[in-house]
Every structure is written in structure tokens, then in C-alpha cells.
């Protein structure tokens, strides 16, 4: 299967996703239900993001 990219989970009224930073971090967060492109918000912004500050954790 190979190694997690991020976890998405989507409730009733709220959606969570859970990023690996490291083998010992992970971020977790909401996101509004309404949000319907959260793959390419969260691969094109947020995965980035994390990639460029990972060396802080």
C-alpha cells in the first residue's frame, strides 16, 4: 500500500484530515463540510507547506 499521504475523513457536519509530519508528528484539522476540493487544498497548499517546514520538528 506504501506509506500515508493524508487521511480523510468526512462526518455529518464537519470533515477531518490527518497529515503525517514525521514518524513522531501529525497534523490534524477541520475543515467546513462544504468544502468540496479539499484533495488539491490539501495537496497543492498544505502537504507543501509541511514538506518546507518539517526540519523545525
Keep these: 500500500m506504501g506509506k500515508l499521504t493524508y487521511l480523510f475523513r468526512r462526518y455529518t457536519r ?5 497529515i503525517p509530519i514525521n514518524d513522531n ?7 467546513d463540510f462544504d468544502q468540496y476540493n479539499f484533495d488539491k487544498l490539501i495537496m497543492e497548499k498544505i502537504i507543501p507547506l509541511i514538506k518546507k517546514e518539517k526540519k523545525k520538528f
Excluded at 14 to 18: D, E, G, K, N, T
Excluded at 25 to 31: D, V
Aim: aromatic share 24%.
Design 14 to 18: 464537519m470533515s477531518r484530515c490527518l
Design 25 to 31: 508528528y501529525y497534523l490534524i484539522f477541520t475543515m
